[in-house]
């Protein structure tokens, strides 16, 4: 991918994939009602900053019109849509007001999510070693991403952008980006106090309500995925 945003910028593979968790106060509520547990209150009020994961660029990130595997181990892959953001600087010790500087342009992904895999058997809720963020995140295929990257100079907000998920006919998350918990702005800066941002890095901003966990509903073979961000474009592909 490349974009005009910062000449000469080309991201044949991201460096690293940053995945922003439970961003979305309806979707973490749905997750929560899901695992049979309390919603938590809003992070801002307890003091906390936002909290990422990362998937694996080389084998995680393909492009529009992919056909995605799904992976043998599990039976309930999951779909969320989510505005990404590409780095186009190097960046470090960010404030929020300056952030957004370091963004060479936007674009669509999906954080394909093994669902049945992310909590390993057998261990307690409290061990450090319960989650499996491998097989659960960075399985091959597990983020489609694109179509193309928007400059940054052509949006104008992106804490104000519609975005909607169908699979097959059925829309299935309908909402926008100013639902989220940690505003892009703020993911960014927390970021970049942890690690230095390098251009081709991309920061995945967190999924809204309406993914399969919460419906019980989950990918089967065959089925074609449409995410669509109001002025980034469309991303379609394809799972089997």
């Not at 597990?142 to 104008?156: F, M, Q, R």
């Amino acid at each position: 991918m490349t974009t005009s945003a910062a000449p000469g910028l080309s991201v044949p593979a991201p460096g690293v994939i940053f995945c922003a968790g439970a961003n979305y106060a309806d979707h973490a509520a749905n997750m929560a009602r899901a695992l049979n547990r309390e919603p938590e209150p809003d992070p801002h009020a307890l003091g906390l900053k936002p909290w990422h994961f990362q998937k694996t660029p080389r084998s995680s990130v393909v492009g529009p019109g992919a056909v995605v595997r799904l992976p043998s181990y599990s039976a309930k892959v999951d779909w969320e849509i989510e505005l990404a953001a590409v780095i186009g600087m190097p960046a470090r010790n960010l404030s929020v007001e300056k952030a957004l500087d370091c963004v060479a342009g936007y674009t669509i992904a999906n954080d394909l999510s093994a669902r049945d895999c992310g909590r390993r058997p057998h261990l307690p809720d409290a061990s450090p070693f319960k989650y499996d963020w491998v097989g659960q995140k960075c399985f091959d295929g597990s983020c489609p991403l694109g179509p193309w990257i928007t400059p940054a100079s052509e949006i104008a907000d992106p804490q104000n952008l519609a975005m909607k998920l169908w699979v097959g006919d059925e829309l299935m998350q309908d909402s926008n980006t100013g639902k989220m918990i940690f505003n892009t702005a703020e993911q960014i800066a927390h970021l970049s106090t942890r690690v230095t941002l390098h251009p081709g890095d991309v920061v995945l901003t967190g999924t809204p309500a309406g993914t399969g966990n919460e419906r019980g509903r989950f990918l089967k073979s065959g089925e074609t995925l449409k995410l669509w961000i109001e002025a980034i474009g469309e991303l379609s592909h394809q799972v089997v």
